[in-house]
């Protein structure tokens, strides 16, 4: 079982940077792909990022592609969202997630963080 913990959430002007970052409490956490997924008010649960096990393979959303970059530590049992750029459209509460394999598919994911709210100001 991963227990996801998510922070670094804030308010940030467009334009601007956060990190989000996520130490997931789990023996077996290496074992896991790790994901980014949002929820924006009134909306569905959107993909964000994803990264394998081992690391070696990466999966953006297209809203994201090339702003947002997904990393991981397994020695540390962290993964980590860096957001550039950010946009409005980017406020949502953030989410960080594990599942078996990486899926873009937010029903996919097992284990869930209880989220950070990230707001961005235009």
């Known amino acids: 079982q991963v227990q996801p913990v998510e922070s670094g959430g804030g308010l940030v002007q467009a334009g601007g940077s956060l990190r989000l970052s996520c130490p997931a409490s789990?023996?077996?956490?290496?074992?896991?792909?790790m994901g980014w997924v949002r929820q924006a008010p009134g909306k569905e649960l959107e993909f964000v990022a994803a990264?394998?096990?081992?690391?070696?393979?990466?999966f953006y959303a297209d809203s994201v592609k090339g702003r947002f970059t997904i990393a991981r530590d397994n020695a540390k049992k962290t993964v980590s969202l860096q957001m550039n750029t950010l946009k409005p459209e980017d406020t949502a509460v953030y989410y960080c997630?594990?599942?078996?394999?990486?899926?873009?598919?937010?029903?996919?994911?097992?284990?869930w963080g209880e989220g950070t709210q990230v707001t961005v100001s235009s």
């Open positions: 997630a594990a599942a078996r394999q990486a899926t873009m598919s937010p029903n996919e994911y097992d284990y």
């Open positions: 789990a023996p077996s956490f290496s074992a896991y792909a």
């Open positions: 990264i394998t096990w081992t690391g070696a393979a990466t």
